[in-house]
């Protein structure tokens, strides 16, 4: 229940601030500064209403803040679906300062906490692993692996969580290339740096290691809590480089940006806390792949059964005795959970849900499109059957918003709770699978390939 | 998963999805051991008033999963129950009825019957006489969703209960799936009933997936028992009381070119499609996919000539793994 009562808590956190920047930013000037744009007076967006009250506009407020976060892209493109990501995290001086609260050495550690759960979740069958960096040496905490207990072990571990010295990006990212030049070419490689402080103490040219990670297509993202720096900016930029969604060339210069969270941002600095957790968090949807080369391959992947022997025998993870597990179909060997690698035949093991997990970043819901009164087609929430306002209120014109969100293919409409619990956690329109209307057809796109139309979707489980 | 700790005091809202496949009930009102529709119905009333009746504020909510489309059975809307009270011939009033019980009844019913006489569905496309049970879950999980935010002091405890006599879609498998971990993240257990209609293992996969329990019900005819029986005690005595449930649920892939279960496949790594032998092209979202070198071969000397597009090694046998013992 403190989860949900803190989940309302950020729900309902309103910086006007934040409401007016952004969204003015995206209209105006791109790549400018703040402090070189004209001075807003942010107190005019409080504006009583007829009644001298607030909280219509509060109100309102809170449901653009929670729309705001839902307009994502939902172009059906190819995903790295196979990822193998390294958390950078610095632990150095700077990140003992108290500007995020409690400080930002706690809050990014929780956050992590967090990062760790959820990357898991959508994401199950790809690896993580945590670097850290203090005194100028890198240290790596967690190795590549698919198993989220080990690194929130890690994260958890007092020890891991002293601050000293200087943070080193090039050692940092050194290691971190290190280890993802051994990862298949159908993952794909990406580092997620954490950084607090303004400098970098490096034992070498830095613009080498930005050379090598290009060659080895390793992906940078930054999430700065201090100020923008150049160096990352240009660590991002060169190791991004340019993708088109369909036929939309998104530049990368427009995610460095520091108050852009729109994009797929791959630098970004926090402005704070609730900032922070929405720039880490979108390195968890799965990335649009970058065509520089042929990455597809078939992975060779088991689909063990579960074995439930009365008898307790060796698992080889652990090479403790247990009591039932999964056999590996390859070598026969007994396993304790999934997704794993076997240990001793090096087979990538899943059960076909974790496969099934990915397949919503793949067939992502359209976005749902706001209803003007002037379209209205129903009293009630298709989904939850909730009543809407069945007329304007007095003085709001015909064109104005209705409350209602429509899909664009089934024309069902929703309430805006609806809305953002089908974007975020169900990822079904309610209104198209209970119509039956647009089932069978699925458009996957890619770069190269022409768009094409397939009837069959997949059947997997059926033991007949 | 949220963890959420269940007591004696809660609130338990049980959701039902009724399947009303007209042809699979036909099916079953002329099967070895018959039930029909009106009969099972009527068994399924008494097991919501039996629910209704354990704690004064338990709630029931009930969706039916027609073939073409699906629709909220109980709680009605208020315009529908103002067209109702328009008819008042239709109900009688009984003084010897439990009013609560006798509001859900009879919404229930006169909602079924407004939803079978309605033949004007749109029906795009038939889809092998299956009902569409992943719209039901979804709006089920909607209106979860909506009473968990209303409600304030965390005491609602949900849970749903699906009644099904149709076989698996296949077109439906990835939205059952999106709606089943949407059930686990939120800790909602999906129970499951079969009544008729042999194996499903998707509905297999969703009890097993969110705790929930599973029935095969051997003897339609006493449907009631069975209810009672294993799907009535909630949450919270489900910390203390044994009930049925699948233990080996099937989770192998099916191939998508022969539709067989297979042990070890090829999966795409753009589209998640699983094939049972290696292919260059992927059938199903056309990439085109490196060649690797293959394994020599045994007892012939020399491995096949190889071309490899990517310059990382890529061998069979270690896709996606970074041993330890990798230099680094």
Known sequence: MSGRKAKKDDDEYVDIDDAIDTHENEDNQQGGYSWEEEYKRSWDVLQEDAEGRLSSVVAHLQQQMKRRRLLRDTATVQRGIIRHLFLVIDLSEAMNEKDLRPSRLELTLTYARQFVTEYFDQNPISQLGIIVIRDGVAERLTDLSGNPTDHLRALKNKRNQETSGEPSLQNALDMACASLVNVPSHGSREVLVVYGSLTTCDPGDIYDTIAQLKKEHVRVSFVGLAAEIQVCRTLCKETNGKFELEGKVELVQALTWPWCFLYLGSYGVVLNEAHFKDLLFEAIPPPAITQTRNTSNLVMMGFPTKSNDLHPSFCVCHSKLTVGGYICPRCSSKICELPTDCDVCGLTLVSSPHLARSYHHLFPVDNFIEVPWSGINSLHCFACQTAFESSPPPGAGLESNSGRYSCPRCHNQFCVDCDIFVHEVLHNCPGCWAAGSNISTVQIHSKKQPALQTDVMPMEGVTS | ?328
Request: include cysteine; proline fraction near 6%; charged fraction near 20%.
């Open chain 2, 1 to 328: 998963m949220l963890d959420t700790a269940t007591s004696e005091d809660d609130t338990n809202l049980l959701v039902a999805i009724v399947d009303t496949n007209p042809l699979a009930w036909q099916q079953s009102a002329t099967a070895k051991i018959p039930l029909s529709l009106d009969d099972a119905i009527r068994q399924i009333l008494l097991f919501f008033n039996a629910h209704m009746a354990l704690k004064h504020d338990n709630k029931v909510a009930a969706i039916a999963s027609h073939i073409g489309h699906c629709k909220f059975l109980y709680p009605v809307t208020d315009a529908e129950t103002h067209r109702r009270q328009a008819n008042p011939s239709k109900i009688a009033k009984d003084a010897n009825a439990y009013p609560n019980f006798k509001d859900v009844n009879d919404d229930i019913i006169e909602s079924l019957r407004s939803l079978m006489a309605d033949t004007d569905t749109p029906q795009k496309n038939l889809n092998d006489g299956t009902s569409m049970i992943s719209g039901a879950l979804s709006m089920a999980l909607c209106y979860i969703n909506r009473i968990t935010n209303q409600d304030d002091l965390g005491r609602i405890k949900p849970r749903i209960l699906v009644i099904s006599v149709s076989p698996d879609s296949p077109y439906q498998y990835i939205s059952i799936m999106n709606a089943v971990f949407s059930a686990q993240k939120m800790s909602i257990p999906i129970d499951v009933c079969k009544l008729y209609g042999g194996e499903v293992a998707f509905l297999q996969q969703a009890s097993h997936i969110t705790g929930g329990v599973y029935l095969d019900v051997e003897n339609p005819q006493a449907l009631l028992q069975y209810l009672l029986f294993s799907f009535l005690p909630e949450r919270y005595a489900r910390n203390y009381i044994c009930l049925p449930n699948k233990e080996q649920v099937d989770f192998r892939a099916a191939c998508f070119c022969h539709k067989r279960i297979i042990d070890i496949g090829y999966v795409c790594s753009v589209c998640l499609s699983i094939f049972c032998s290696w292919s260059p092209v992927c059938s199903t979202c056309r990439t085109k996919f490196a060649f690797r070198a293959l394994p020599p071969l045994a007892g012939k000397g020399r491995p096949a000539i190889s071309r490899t597009a990517s310059p990382a090694p890529s061998t069979a046998a270690s896709p996606g793994s970074s041993s330890p013992m990798s230099t680094a």
